[in-house]
């Protein structure tokens, strides 16, 4: 049966596929591109609003390679994750200055491209272009071990190097581009990763890990290592500028962590005060510790332990840093920020009843 795997697959996404998502409307590759890289461990129900912000705001590879970095952060704040959209952004400038501002139509021209690797690159060119190639994201890693039963985590190589050979097997040479999104639409609606809805599966006929009662063996599972920890201190400097109260906020390096955001300044072993003196040239005139933020990343959580800072309005404490600025607490921030970051901000501007922010009120009172 395995034989007419796609048979089954197509004819189960004609009845049940999803096919107005806003990435299926208008096909390009340049919007498939962006879908792609923003289904990137990310659900759909959560890409559709970024998706339809960001090709309002860059409708085409052009629009995306000219915008300032600062402007394609901020459209992706929020989604995580950060290297894809500054990949992203690299990208559109290589498209622009390499191919004529037409993403490539060849595979192996995609690939080169940061942030695409082969996955992506055959998802873009079998449904935008209809061209043949296989895909192995996530959710047909899943399908296709669970299917065949093939055991160990898809991390290693032995078992991406059978599952990449399945995966081209499996996939037809007409409606491929159907195919792709079927497949697609199979792990995320019904091959899930818990609770999978076996019984109303189109291909559970031969599926072996149905078969044997072990669905839920598969795919391997990455082998557990104690997650570590890490501490930061965060200063949120907050200064009232005639009647508006305003918050320090500083560009992180391009590389690392939430690279290229806005973030408020981590402090090191010389403490608050110190460094609200050598940064802003004034001491602060009160401080209030918060409680410790945690945020979890796929590889360490990281304890935040957020530090309120309330500085003397003046020129002595405005930066002439480039990556620095003073910012109305309520307007945007100057680019892309970090959920936490943006967590932190936030409790700035509703609370009212914390000292920092009652006190600097008072002073306007």
Same mark, same amino acid.
């Given at each position: 049966?395995?034989?007419?795997?796609?048979?089954?697959?197509?004819?189960?996404?004609?009845?049940?596929?999803?096919?107005?998502?806003?990435?299926?409307?208008?096909?390009?590759?340049?919007?498939?591109?962006?879908?792609?890289?923003?289904?990137?461990?990310?659900?759909?129900?959560?890409?559709?609003?970024?998706?339809?912000?960001?090709?309002?705001?860059?409708?085409?590879?052009?629009?995306?390679?000219?915008?300032?970095?600062?402007?394609?952060?901020?459209?992706?704040?929020?989604?995580?994750?950060?290297?894809?959209?500054?990949?992203?952004?690299?990208?559109?400038?290589?498209?622009v200055e390499q191919h004529n501002a037409e993403l490539p139509g060849d595979i192996?021209?995609?690939?080169?491209?940061?942030?695409?690797?082969?996955?992506?690159? $055959?998802?873009?060119?079998?449904?935008?272009?209809?061209?043949?190639?296989?895909?192995?994201?996530?959710?047909?890693?899943?399908?296709?071990?669970?299917?065949?039963?093939?055991?160990?985590?898809?991390?290693r190589t032995a078992v991406a190097k059978q599952l990449w050979a399945l995966a081209?097997?499996?996939?037809?040479?007409?409606?491929?581009?159907?195919?792709?999104?079927?497949?697609?639409?199979?792990?995320?609606?019904?091959?899930?990763?818990?609770?999978?809805?076996?019984?109303?599966?189109?291909?559970?006929?031969?599926?072996?890990?149905?078969?044997?009662?072990?669905?839920?063996?598969?795919?391997?599972?990455?082998?557990?290592?104690?997650?570590?920890?890490?501490?930061?201190?965060?200063?949120?400097?907050?200064?009232?500028?005639?009647?508006?109260?305003?918050?320090?906020?500083?560009?992180?390096?391009?590389?690392?962590?939430?690279?290229?955001?806005?973030?408020?300044?981590?402090? $090191?072993?010389?403490?608050?005060?110190?460094?609200?003196?050598?940064?802003?040239?004034?001491?602060?005139?009160?401080?209030?510790?918060?409680?410790?933020?945690?945020?979890?990343?796929?590889?360490?959580?990281?304890?935040?332990?957020?530090?309120?800072?309330?500085?003397?309005a003046g020129e002595s404490c405005v930066s002439d840093r480039e990556e620095a600025?003073?910012?109305?607490?309520?307007?945007?921030?100057?680019?892309?920020?970090?959920?936490?970051?943006?967590?932190?901000?936030?409790?700035?501007?509703?609370?009212?009843?914390?000292?920092?922010?009652?006190?600097?009120?008072?002073?306007?009172?």
């Open positions: 049966m395995s034989s007419n795997f796609a048979t089954r697959l197509l004819a189960w996404f004609d009845d049940h596929g999803r096919k107005d998502l806003p990435w299926q409307r208008n096909i390009s590759r340049y919007r498939v591109w962006i879908s792609e890289i923003m289904l990137q461990q990310t659900q759909v129900a959560t890409v559709i609003p970024y998706f339809e912000r960001f090709m309002t705001r860059f409708p085409d590879v052009g629009s995306l390679a000219a915008a300032p970095e600062d402007d394609v952060l901020a459209h992706w704040s929020g989604l995580g994750y950060y290297a894809r959209a500054r990949n992203l952004h690299k990208a559109a400038k290589h498209v192996e021209e995609l690939v080169e491209l940061p942030g695409i690797g082969r996955s992506t690159a $055959g998802a873009i060119l079998s449904i935008a272009s209809r061209q043949r190639h296989p895909i192995l994201d996530g959710n047909v890693k899943r399908v296709l071990a669970r299917h065949a039963a093939i055991p160990g985590w898809p991390g081209d097997e499996r996939t037809p040479r007409e409606r491929v581009n159907d195919y792709t999104q079927a497949i697609m639409d199979l792990g995320a609606t019904l091959c899930t990763r818990s609770r999978p809805g076996c019984g109303s599966c189109p291909v559970n006929g031969d599926c072996r890990a149905y078969e044997e009662d072990s669905v839920a063996e598969y795919p391997g599972r990455k082998p557990k290592k104690a997650k570590p920890e890490r501490k930061t201190t965060m200063a949120l400097a907050v200064k009232r500028n005639g009647a508006e109260l305003e918050l320090y906020l500083e560009r992180r390096p391009p590389s690392g962590i939430w690279g290229g955001l806005w973030s408020f300044p981590e402090v $090191g072993d010389e403490g608050v005060d110190n460094w609200c003196r050598q940064r802003l040239g004034v001491p602060p005139i009160e401080t209030e510790q918060w409680a410790v933020l945690r945020h979890s990343f796929s590889h360490y959580d990281l304890d935040i332990c957020p530090v309120v800072l309330r500085v003397e600025q003073w910012v109305r607490l309520d307007a945007e921030p100057p680019g892309g920020v970090a959920a936490p970051v943006r967590k932190l901000i936030d409790k700035l501007a509703n609370t009212t009843d914390d000292t920092a922010r009652k006190d600097l009120n008072v002073a306007n009172g």
